[in-house]
């Protein structure tokens, strides 16, 4: 039963990907990499300190 239900997981989620690469294209998902590579920086003590300045 738990296998049936990750494999429809899966396929739904797979679904929903391409889904959004073909609406967005490549440059969508990007783009989400970047925003969350920025805010991770931003978490950062040292970054805001040296951007504070």
Same mark, same amino acid.
């Given at each position: 039963? #738990? ?5 429809? !997981? &899966? ?7 391409? +889904?959004?690469? %073909? #609406? ?5 998902? !990007? &783009? ?7 805010? +991770?920086?931003? %978490? ?10």
């Amino acid at each position: 039963m #738990q296998l049936t239900t990750m494999e429809s !997981e &899966l396929a739904d989620l797979s679904r929903k990907f391409r +889904q959004a690469e %073909e #609406q967005g294209g490549i440059w969508n998902l !990007e &783009l989400i990499a970047a925003k969350g590579y920025i805010l +991770q920086l931003l %978490e950062s003590a040292k970054v805001v300190r040296y951007l504070a300045h």
